[in-house]
Nanobody, 124 residues
């Protein structure tokens, strides 16, 4: 059974940083596509970064240069480093796993295992 558990969320002032963790069990993260998504109240879920099984990554323009995804196979964990946070980054952040046959930026529909989410609030 594939399980994902996010942690590391919290409240931070604009310009601050957070590192989110996505701990996996039941599978090896390097064998799957792993994505980070966020959802703000009243908005659709959007992807903020992802990593393919081969290690290539994709980060959308909205957060490029501020968000970085990485993977630690020994800890079976995927991280999302978020710097220069803005109020519009507020939302619930989820990690998800998809079959490696898909490129990770194919959208949320390819992901069939999701974590419970962690809240990120950016406010002064």
């Amino acid at each position: 059974q594939l399980q994902l558990v996010e942690s590391g969320g919290g409240s931070v002032q604009p310009g601050g940083s957070l590192r989110l963790s996505c701990a996996a069990s039941g599978f090896a993260v390097e064998h799957y596509s792993i994505g980070w998504f966020r959802q703000a109240p009243g908005k659709e879920r959007e992807g903020v970064s992802c990593i393919n099984s081969g290690g290539s990554t994709n980060t959308p323009a909205a957060v490029k240069g501020r968000f970085t995804i990485s993977r630690d196979s020994a800890k079976n964990t995927v991280y999302l480093q978020m710097n220069s946070l803005k109020p519009e980054d507020t939302g619930v952040y989820y990690c998800a796993a998809a079959s490696p046959k898909y490129v990770c930026y194919s959208g949320p529909a390819i992901y069939d295992s999701w974590g419970q989410g962690t809240q990120v609030t950016v406010s002064s």
